[in-house]
T-cell receptor, first 113, second 113 residues
Framework: QQQVKQSPQSLIVQKGGISIINCAYE??????FPWYQQFPGKGPALLIA?????SEKKEGRFTISFNKSAKQFSLHIMDSQPGDSATYFC????????????FGKGTSLLVTP | DGGITQSPKYLFRKEGQNVTLSCEQN?????MYWYRQDPGQGLRLIYY???????QKGDIAEGYSVSREKKESFPLTVTSAQKNPTAFYLC????????????FGEGSRLTVL
């Protein structure tokens, strides 16, 4: 099954700084690339997603940058806050799997005060 | 309140016992999914179902079984054949017949003693 490679595995950022998480995917039949946020003991929740008729999507402090030719997309968190401390997963659609998603292995983000 | 409801939240099982995890939804989702989450491994697809009375294996279906007798319910049975069942199990649902947001439940943590 197609791989989704996410980096870094963990990230420590000071409050007010920029957090950047990267993701690379293999061939996919569908153009839909989401980022999920997960707090300890909870299920993941959609944070932001892009359908790449555009190369960038911004929602508040969160931005997805997409590079279709490189098969890469990234999440930027501007003005990072301690409340952003969580695990982040990128994902890409699977082929022939009922529109299920393949997930990266996750990035544990800690924003220090 | 509504959404994807998983139960129980915590479950302990002795080796050799089957256990069933419940997943109920009231969002009229057509498709439902079961993922397994292990530390540092991301989310891996166990089974998915696009319509009632039909389901398909994901990447790690061995030792698991599911049923989809009604649209609202998609229970997962972890059988004694699953060699390493201790994990966090996540159920998700999705509306429509194309790519889009997966809505996750809060998860069930299974520990085998």
């Amino acid at each position: 099954q197609q791989q989704v490679k996410q980096s870094p595995q963990s990230l420590i950022v000071q409050k007010g700084g920029i957090s950047i998480i990267n993701c690379a995917y293999e061939n996919t039949a569908f153009d839909y690339f989401p980022w999920y946020q997960q707090f300890p003991g909870k299920g993941p929740a959609l944070l932001i997603a892009i359908r790449p008729d555009v190369s960038e999507k911004k929602e508040g402090r969160f931005t997805i940058s997409f590079n279709k030719s490189a098969k890469q997309f990234s999440l930027h968190i501007m003005d990072s806050q301690p409340g952003d401390s969580a695990t982040y997963f990128c994902a890409a659609p699977r082929s022939n799997s009922g529109y299920a998603l393949n997930f990266g292995k996750g990035t544990s983000l800690l924003v220090t005060p | 309140d509504g959404g994807i409801t998983q139960s129980p939240k915590y479950l302990f099982r002795k080796e050799g016992q089957n256990v069933t995890l419940s997943c109920e939804q009231n969002l009229n989702h057509d498709a439902m999914y079961w993922y397994r989450q292990d530390p540092g491994q991301g989310l891996r697809l166990i089974y998915y179902s696009q319509i009632v009375n039909d389901f398909q294996k994901g990447d790690i279906a061995e030792g698991y079984s599911v049923s989809r007798e009604k649209k609202e319910s998609f229970p997962l049975t972890v059988t004694s054949a699953q060699k390493n069942p201790t994990a966090f199990y996540l159920c998700a649902g999705k509306q429509g017949s194309n790519t889009g947001e997966l809505f996750f439940g809060e998860g069930s943590r299974l520990t085998v003693l």
